[in-house]
């Protein structure tokens, strides 16, 4: 285990790449800090979505729509590389829908950005779920998967208003339907190949973020999730225990 400040470093994120990020409890929060840092950093970055997320804040990225721009890429590389570029196809009601994974595949080969970072699931919200038959949604060109996993969801009853596709993790974890979410079945769900990292490509690098960790007894829950990873000789190349909220993102990084 070591300390580190900088989420890229935590994440150990090389110069160029495309991040496709999964699960629930924070993945919209994190990918914009990390899209922050990256561009403090010096690196040209873009966000978007093969599902569906809100527009982002002005601080946050400049918002290009692609549907009506046949020279989208061309936009891309006309946008200043002093802020985060978030693109989508259009505006759906309050959100915006994503890309296709072709054109994400697309975007990835035209070299237009060091480092995309793609919502690659969704989640209504909760801070913990499994993927249903069709998700998540993962660009074939992704290099790395990180996995978001919400802690305050331990200890809450396995049910669909605490856990997104609750039937399916009470399917893949083993846990009954309405017990309390537990260490255990967090990690049976980030080690079954229908789980936290369902869809990964091969070759690309596995990274867990087990996010709300910000208080002692979230932070004793997730030491124990990692245990229990052991256990099962799995675990990703990189595990991150962190609060994306909070100024001090970073608690502790492991192996």
């Known amino acids: 285990?070591?300390?580190?400040?900088c989420l890229a470093?935590?994440?150990d994120l090389p110069a160029q790449g495309l991040l496709s990020i999964v699960g629930a409890g924070g993945k919209t929060t994190l990918m914009y800090r990390l899209a922050a840092e990256l561009t403090t950093l010096g690196l040209r970055v873009a966000c978007t979505t093969t599902t569906k997320i809100f527009p982002p804040a002005d601080h946050q990225a400049s918002l290009v729509l692609t549907s009506a721009d046949t020279h989208w890429l061309d936009t891309c590389r006309a946008m200043p590389?002093?802020?985060c570029v978030c693109l989508g196809l259009k505006r759906i009601h309050d959100k915006i829908s994503g890309l296709s994974c072709?054109?994400?595949n697309e975007l990835a080969r035209a070299n237009v950005f060091d480092w995309i970072l793609v919502e690659a699931d969704g989640a209504r919200g909760l801070a913990l779920k499994a993927?249903?038959?069709?998700?998540p949604v993962i660009p074939g060109a992704s290099t790395h998967v990180l996995a978001?996993?919400?802690l305050t969801a331990l200890g809450q009853p396995l049910e669909e208003g605490q856990v997104c596709r609750s039937g399916h993790y009470a399917r893949l974890t083993g846990l009954a339907p309405g017990a309390a979410v537990s260490p255990e079945s967090v990690a049976r769900l980030c080690a079954h190949p229908d789980g936290a990292f369902k869809?990964?490509?091969?070759?690309a690098q596995r990274l867990l973020w087990l996010n709300q960790a910000d208080v002692?007894?979230?932070l004793v829950l997730g030491r124990e999730i990692l245990h229990q990873l052991r256990t099962r000789a799995f675990f990703p190349y990189r595990v991150c225990l962190g609060a994306a909220q909070q100024d001090h993102c970073v608690r502790e990084v492991w192996p």
């Not at 993927?131 to 998700?135: D, G, K, Y």
Request: no cysteine; hydrophobic share 40%; aromatic share 0%.
């Open 1 to 5: 285990m070591s300390l580190v400040q």
């Open 199 to 203: 869809n990964t490509p091969p070759g």
């Open 216 to 218: 002692p007894q979230t």
């Open 9 to 11: 470093a935590a994440l």
């Open 131 to 135: 993927p249903a038959e069709h998700e």
């Open 148 to 150: 978001v996993l919400g």
């Open 81 to 83: 590389a002093t802020q």
């Open 102 to 104: 072709a054109t994400v």
